[in-house]
């Protein structure tokens, strides 16, 4: 069996084991829906004197998708790992052909591709639901690929480290809750301390990225100028890509050998 075909069973199985799994299914798609119909609907963010949810709608786009992308790879990747240590599975693995990088190759694509579902979703309950003005841009489907990699590659990592399903679950929400509000997805680097090194999350790259592709304030449109403290869509993809690179590999050398 080619590489090729090996990547493509790998993911084939996965996508099938995910959609016989309809609780995983409703809430990968309803947890970020219930986000934007609190913040959106509910808590009505509306541009102000730049307060917590005071930033105009379009403003957490970016952080409506970094909840999906986050949260989704590391839950997903890691039981999926801590799942495969329980049964043995990577000791029969390990008789095949299908090299560990594979196996998380396999994952990842699935992931992408049900993530990007997700994503679509996002993007039009932002804008019917929250009223947010969105700038279509092509850069969101790199941008996702490359952050679902990443925190695929972390969520193999953590499924390595923690010693059971249970454990992955409480792991991957200790690392994701304190990235998702210290990324510059809801709170605006002005309410957080100067001495906070924000650069340090990788989810600050996507975020970052993510707003300065899609997002238009007033004086953006107005002097058709990105404010200086946006930088450029394409320099924070070139970053992500770059961790995302190193993250995956990094999980895929925790992959066990044998259980």
């Not at 996965?14 to 798609?29: H, P, Q, Y």
């Not at 989704?72 to 000791?91: I, K």
């Amino acid at each position: 069996m080619s590489r090729l075909r090996r990547i493509r069973s790998e993911a084939v199985a996965s996508g099938k084991a995910f959609l016989r799994r309809r609780t995983a299914v409703f809430f990968t798609f309803f947890f970020p829906a219930i986000i934007i119909l609190i913040f959106g609907a509910l808590i009505q963010t509306t541009g102000g004197s730049g307060g917590l949810f005071t930033e105009p709608p379009g403003y957490y786009v970016s952080g409506y998708l970094a909840v999906v992308v986050l949260f989704t790879p590391l839950s997903r990747v890691g039981s999926e790992v801590a799942r495969h240590r329980a049964g043995s599975r990577f000791e029969k693995l390990a008789t095949t052909p299908l090299r560990r990088w594979e196996w998380l190759l396999g994952q990842t694509l699935v992931n992408v591709a049900i993530i990007g579902v997700a994503a679509a979703g996002i993007l039009l309950l932002a804008v019917a639901v929250a009223g947010a003005s969105v700038a279509p841009s092509l850069l969101l489907v790199p941008y996702v690929g490359f952050g679902v990699a990443l925190f695929c590659g972390l969520g193999a990592v953590l499924g390595r480290v923690a010693d059971s399903q249970d454990g992955v679950v409480a792991a991957s929400n200790g690392v994701a809750l304190p990235l998702l509000f210290l990324s510059e997805t809801f709170v605006p680097p002005s309410l957080l301390p100067d001495w906070l090194p924000l650069w340090l999350s990788p989810l600050t790259y996507f975020s970052r990225g993510v707003r300065a592709a899609t997002y238009r304030p007033v004086e953006t449109l107005a002097t058709g100028r990105v404010p200086g403290g946006v930088a450029p869509a394409e320099g924070n993809l070139l970053v992500l890509a770059a961790l995302a690179v190193g993250f995956f590999l990094a999980g895929a050398a925790a992959l066990p050998r044998t259980d």
